[in-house]
């Protein structure tokens, strides 16, 4: 069974920054697309950004400039730099991985969701 384990939420200052962390674990071949959705109080969940397994990122428009996704495939971990962050970027974070399983199944596991919360 693959596991995402998240860390680096918290509370911080409107222009301060966080680092979340998403650790991947578990038996599995390799693992595709990694990424973050956030969900605001009373809203949908959203995609906040994404990185394929080559480095190739995605971002939703408003947090272009600010966020930058990177990973280390050997630790298969994935990594999420928030800048600048502002009061509407507040929500519980949540990281996906695409995993390929022995045997070739395909299998999206769900970290357990990290708070961050941008107040004065």
């Known amino acids: 069974q693959v596991q995402l384990v998240e860390s680096g939420g918290g509370l911080v200052q409107p222009g301060g920054s966080l680092r979340l962390s998403c650790a991947a674990s578990?038996?599995?071949?390799?693992?595709?697309?990694m990424g973050w959705y956030r969900q605001a109080p009373g809203k949908q969940r959203e995609l906040a950004a994404t990185?394929?397994?080559?480095?190739?990122?995605n971002y939703a428009d408003s947090v272009k400039g600010r966020f930058t996704i990177s990973r280390d495939n050997a630790k298969n971990t994935a990594y999420l730099q928030m800048s600048d962050l502002k009061p509407e970027d507040t929500g519980v974070y949540y990281c996906?991985?695409?995993?390929?399983?022995?045997?070739?199944?395909?299998?999206?596991?769900w970290g357990q969701g990290t708070q961050v919360a941008v107040s004065e």
């Open positions: 996906y991985a695409g995993a390929i399983l022995h045997g070739g199944t395909f299998y999206t596991p």
């Open positions: 578990g038996s599995m071949f390799s693992i595709n697309d």
């Open positions: 990185i394929t397994r080559g480095g190739s990122t």
